[in-house]
């Protein structure tokens, strides 16, 4: 079975995050990480490779060259190796343009099933696994607390608001897993030193065969007009403990806005 | 050439241990500390990462790596919890490490894979309740008997000694002949004889289980034998080299997570209007305190690099040892001084770093131990 991964590397976790006003794009400078939900679509993919005794798992991500540091840590958790694709035109890319990228390698790759994490951690997008299984015309299934993969078809539990979901699809599909689903491993000391010597390829938008016109600022549909906070919700309302008596207030207050 | 630069594996690896010491080591520090006993779980979950064997070769289970590379994993670990490391660093630079540099190939197959796994724990057994800084005067006998020995003598201050599998442990087999009469013997938990008397209650270093030994007519075979009757001792004393390098950097981290603490406290904290941070006075301690750490590393750094390329560091892992004792002792005091009332009471980290830096200068050969090894490579 191949597994393909699709990843991303985000400003890490640690740094302030802030968007550029002459760009209104994300300032992405300063230290860079692998996106840390990706990381359980890593481990659900090195799990299952595991559990079928063979198989490989290809890491797929879009991105600046220096992005190849930043997945070493997927090659070194046990990925077999990672393609990356660089190019100047593809700088700039919206969610439309990403996934025709991605759905081209993915699709010469061939992989029996694709993963995602459930979202970025810099923009939360939360969608691009979407419009790359409706490019290449496969079922999508998104939050997936639970996994099996056996004869031919994927059984998941996805979580909704009110409970979950459970649903087969064939394969190949497109999943995008949720992060309760497990635990990423640290990479090993013996992983690390391994991953550095994994293929990685580093390609342009025409070794793909992408179109350049579909990628980057020009295939992209999303044009940012304005930037502004987010709007207040409303005011907050400090309650003053009183010899235990804020749990009551508590109570008050969501059983006057019938919350239970 | 001179190059400051780690590898990218290297990089790799800081961030993965700083990860690991984030998530899984900072949640066992506080029951580690209340109730002063090192967290075992610890071993196995290291072992499995590698980062028991980093500097042991490939057919014992190790990566076959350079101790800069340990010093990483040994900074960025103390940089959490000193004891924790202490616990780790007895166990595979005193333990461990002798055998592999002194041990029969016999030796080496029973103890460094299950100890590189992270499966056994180690401990290193020289001090005694009247001997210290001089280890030649210790009192342990072994005696031949029956074709292997008996051994009869205490130990005192033995890191691990309440949870280990086995201890090296040196006796004298020629009392006659000081210093060059002693040999060390690896003795199994489970022998008879072998017994631990006390676990002892620490200033610092809390989370690293210490403990007083006694061993009572403890009867090992001639296979225990570490490095061949007598003469060995002076070897295995200079094994404790890579132990010196190690403290180096640990002693240097303990400085660096006080001093982080105190810049973030004096940019939060106000007094008279206004961040601590902005008074030239506290300014003043932050960026001595700064300087000295920088100085530590370079020096321990150095010394870990002398010692990764085979060159003679006698001096230099002394030298790294007492100076990061010393910055270690001065950076956390003034961490303290700098977080004031709150800094003397245990809510803030910096109470644990300053009594945890307090042994960087008393344990594995004491900071004046440390100047006379300087002075003796000086030709003094």
């Known amino acids: 079975m191949k597994i393909a991964v699709c990843v991303k590397e985000v400003p890490d976790a640690g740094a302030e995050r802030r968007i550029d006003p002459g760009t209104m794009r994300l300032d992405r400078s300063g230290d860079r990480a692998l996106n840390a939900y990706d990381l359980n679509a890593v481990e659900e993919a ?70 995602f994490g459930q979202q970025a951690a810099d923009s939360a997008g939360a969608v691009l696994w979407a419009a ?7 079922p999508v299934v998104s939050q997936i607390s639970e ?7 994927i059984t998941a539990r996805r979580q909704t608001e009110n409970g979950y979901d459970r649903i087969e699809a064939p394969l190949p599909a497109v999943l995008a897993v949720a992060d309760s689903l497990n635990e990423p491993r640290y990479p090993s000391l013996k992983g690390i030193m391994a991953a550095k010597k994994k293929p990685q390829d580093v390609l342009s938008l025409a070794d793909v065969g992408a179109d350049a016109g579909s990628a980057g600022s020009a295939g992209s549909r999303t ?29 008050e207050f969501l059983v006057e806005r019938k919350f239970v | 050439m001179l190059s400051y630069a780690f590898t990218e594996e290297q990089e790799d690896l800081r961030q993965m241990v700083r990860e690991f010491a984030q998530s899984e080591v900072v949640p066992l520090i506080e029951e580690a500390e209340a109730e002063e006993k090192f967290p075992v779980q610890l071993i196995p979950m290291l072992g499995e990462l590698g980062l028991l064997g980093i500097v042991f070769p490939e057919e014992y289970g190790g990566i076959g790596l350079d101790k800069i590379t340990e010093c990483i994993f040994v900074e960025e670990m103390a940089k959490v919890s000193a004891g924790m490391t202490a616990s780790v660093n007895a166990h595979a630079d005193l333990a461990a490490f002798p055998i592999y540099k002194f041990g029969t190939e016999e030796q080496k ?43 009869n003598g205490r130990k005192n201050f033995i890191t691990n000694g309440t949870i280990c599998d086995y201890c090296l442990v040196a006796a004298y087999t020629d009392k006659e002949n000081r210093g060059e009469g002693i040999s060390v013997f690896i003795v199994d938990r489970d022998t008879p004889g072998f017994e631990v008397t006390r676990k002892l209650q620490k200033m610092g270093h809390r989370a690293s289980d210490t403990a007083e030994l006694v061993f009572e007519n403890c009867e090992v075979g001639e296979e225990t034998l570490l490095g061949g009757e007598e003469g060995a001792f002076g ?56 300087t000295r750490i920088e100085a530590a590393k370079a020096l321990a750094y150095k010394a870990a690099w002398l010692y990764s390329t085979g ?70």
Do not use: W
């Open chain 1, 46 to 115: 090195l799990s299952l490779k595991e559990a079928a005794g063979d198989g490989e798992v290809v890491l797929i991500s879009m991105g600046k060259e220096k992005a190849l540091d930043s997945m070493r840590k997927a090659l070194a958790m046990g990925a077999d190796r990672a393609v990356l694709v660089t190019d100047e035109a593809a700088a700039g890319s919206d969610l439309v343009a990403t996934s025709h990228v991605l759905s081209k390698v993915i699709a010469k790759e061939e992989a029996d099933l694709v993963l």
């Open chain 1, 132 to 138: 790359v299984a409706d490019r290449l015309q496969m």
């Open chain 1, 147 to 153: 996994l099996e993969v056996a004869g031919g078809k």
């Open chain 1, 223 to 251: 044009t940012v007009k304005a930037l502004a906070d987010p709007p207040s919700s409303g005011d907050t309302i400090m309650i003053e403990d009183e010899g235990g008596s804020s749990a009551e207030k508590i109570l």
């Open chain 2, 109 to 151: 197959s029973k103890y460094l894979p299950p100890s590189i796994a992270g499966e056994i724990i180690g401990a290193y057994a020289i001090t005694e309740p009247n001997t210290g800084s001089d280890a030649a005067g210790l009192a342990s006998r072994a005696e031949k008997k029956n074709g292997g020995y008996v051994i």
């Open chain 2, 235 to 290: 070897a295995l004393m200079e094994a404790l080299i890579t132990g010196r390098v190690s403290h180096g950097v640990k002693s240097a981290a303990i400085a660096e997570a006080a001093f982080e603490e105190a810049l973030k406290y004096a940019k939060e904290r106000e007094a008279f209007g206004r961040p601590l941070s902005k008074f030239q006075a506290i300014r003043f301690k932050l960026a001595d305190m700064a």
């Open chain 2, 311 to 380: 060159q003679p560091c006698v001096k230099e892992a002394s030298m790294a040892k007492y100076f990061s004792a010393e910055v270690a002792d001065y950076v956390t005091r003034e961490a303290v001084q700098i977080h004031g009332g709150y800094g003397y009471i245990n809510e803030y980290p910096v109470e644990r770093y300053y009594r945890d830096a307090k042994l960087a200068s008393i344990t594995e050969g004491t900071s004046e131990i440390q100047q006379l090894i300087i002075g003796r490579e000086l030709g003094l």
